[in-house]
């Protein structure tokens, strides 16, 4: 597995706190790689015969199936260790945070001061633009996503980086590494897509919605180094350390604090509109802005695409799919599962034949692959 | 006991000393980040006192991973500069300064396993925390 890349806007780990982070890190594997598929043993071998025998007759959906699962006490112990190793994952992140955050502080006001100009190398660096006023949406307030305290857009101090800070580790422990070095794997997959799919497309404007800490927008900044690209998100302490982590890395990107149901771009501006495993994040109301929005934005002939996560096929997958629904704040998610995202897309101005709902598995390299083996991505493609 | 005398110009232990006490006492952080997600914990066992068991459980799991990794960083080096043998290791008593700065270490450890308890004060007293998990998923479904 590659290491998670250091660099100037991550914090150092004292001793302890690194055998924290190390703790967690073989905790979840142990949770996710051998216990989890015991869950989908006690289904077959102890909760569906039940069912059966009780109604004589299968589930025919995951919510019949949630109250006798959370009956089994197998179920029950990893489920509650499974939730718990989430929060101590947080937490093993946000101790060293808090510990070296006047230097994080110092260190991200550095780099964004370089905000403005050229480098040294004559490249044009990029910038922020926050919007104080910006109403966070009730889909980040109601509860904290993936249990990171605070969430994406909560400021502990002034001009703070925290919410990034935390959330770029944090993701890096949450896959065990597998996302790579710069936390790089959803947009190389999204990027490696459009290669394949759309190999002569050169886009001149990008824009990343819910682009968060700016990890896959640096690989669509870099795989298109003409290109002018813009990243958004709500959450204005994920966008300042996006800023800071994208100058650090030496891309140019420029990021505003905007709703991705409506932002202030013009019409038809955008040549590509991507977001990685966003719009799961979102909700019933917003989805369909939020596509309706990216059709105002494109230009003609211009192409979206969103990368998602395929929710299971049979009723015990998707209930264990939807464990993050209730369990870990991925509140939306459930509602995912069952949706016809062909329909939401259309519900936001696109034509039937525009749109396209595609799996992908793309061809990355080998120690990402064993990690990703049963797995594929769902992608929503449409163009104007 | 008499008063020992205010040094003027440290000497080497005592900068080496001041040094490992900052090391095990570190100074209060100026910002306290969350620790505790909004939103409705699950509960997962029929008596909550079960899921607050199983978390000071998987807790203590943790904090015991630390001490080995810790315990085997130490004997490591120590081996490996040849400075003391398991024996003497054995055989150590603290001194008074040693046994405060434990007892102090210690508070702090009880602090952390008692998280599940806090959290729960936290929830009561919590920012706008949701009745149910159900109503934070009906709200972005409506």
């Known amino acids: ?384 | 006991m008499p008063k020992p005398k205010k040094q003027s110009t440290r000497s080497a232990p005592a900068v080496a000393e001041a040094a490992r006490r900052r090391a095990s006492s570190p100074a209060p952080a100026l910002v306290r980040l969350a620790r505790v997600a909004k939103g409705k914990k699950p509960q997962y066992f029929s008596d909550p006192a079960i899921d607050k068991l199983l978390w000071m459980t998987l807790t203590l799991m943790e904090e015991l991973s630390v001490t080995r990794d810790r315990l085997d960083t130490v004997e490591r080096l120590l081996a490996a500069k040849q400075v003391l043998r398991r024996a003497e290791v054995e055989g150590w008593q603290p001194d008074a300064k040693a046994a405060a700065e434990r007892v102090a270490a210690r508070g702090r450890y009880v602090d952390r396993m008692m998280r599940a308890m806090h959290a729960e004060l936290e929830e009561i007293a919590g920012r706008g925390m949701p009745k149910s998990e159900e109503e934070v998923v009906a709200a972005v479904e409506s």
């Open chain 1, 1 to 384: 597995m590659p290491a998670f890349k250091a660099h100037a806007m991550q914090p150092s780990t004292l001793l302890d706190e690194q055998a924290r982070q190390d703790f967690v890190g073989a905790l979840r594997a142990h949770l996710s790689g051998r216990l989890m598929p015991g869950a989908y043993k006690v289904y077959e071998s102890r909760v569906e015969p039940a069912f059966r025998a009780r109604l004589g007759r299968a589930p025919i959906d995951q919510d019949e199936i949630r109250k006798p699962m959370m009956q089994d006490s197998f179920y029950q112990f990893w489920s509650a260790m499974q939730r718990r190793s989430q929060e101590l994952l947080w937490e093993s992140v946000i101790d060293p945070t808090e510990r070296e955050l006047p230097e994080l502080l110092k260190r991200s006001k550095r780099l964004r001061a370089k905000k403005v100009g050229r480098s040294s190398k004559g490249r044009r660096r990029g910038t922020l633009r926050l919007n104080p006023a910006l109403e966070i949406p009730r889909y980040h307030r109601a509860a904290d996503i993936h249990l990171q305290p605070g969430g994406y857009h909560t400021d502990f101090t002034t001009d703070d980086v925290c919410a990034g800070v935390i959330y770029d580790k944090g993701i890096n422990l949450y896959m065990g590494g597998a996302l790579g070095p710069e936390n790089n794997l959803m947009g190389d997959t999204l990027l490696a897509y459009l290669r394949e799919k759309h190999p002569e497309r050169q886009p001149k404007r990008i824009l990343d919605i819910g682009c968060a800490i700016g990890n896959s927008t640096v690989v669509w900044a870099r795989a298109f180094p003409q290109a002018r690209v813009h990243g958004i998100d709500v959450g204005a302490p994920v966008l300042r350390y996006a800023h800071a982590r994208a100058v650090a890395l030496g891309v140019a990107i420029d990021f505003s604090q905007q709703n991705a149901e409506a932002t202030d771009f013009a019409d038809g501006s955008l040549d590509l509109i991507v977001s990685h495993i966003v719009l799961h994040e979102t909700s019933k109301s917003a989805l369909p802005r939020i596509l309706g929005e990216c059709r105002r934005l494109l230009a003609p002939g211009g192409l979206m695409l969103h990368l998602e996560i395929p929710r299971g096929r049979t009723v015990i997958e998707k209930f264990m799919h939807n464990w993050e629904s209730y369990n870990n704040n991925e509140t939306f998610a459930r509602y995912m599962t069952g949706i016809d995202l062909q329909a939401e897309a259309m519900k936001g101005g696109f034509l039937a034949a525009d749109v396209l709902v595609d799996e992908f598995i793309p061809k990355l390299d080998v120690a990402q692959m064993n990690y990703t083996e049963h797995f594929f991505w769902k992608i929503l493609a449409a163009h104007r």
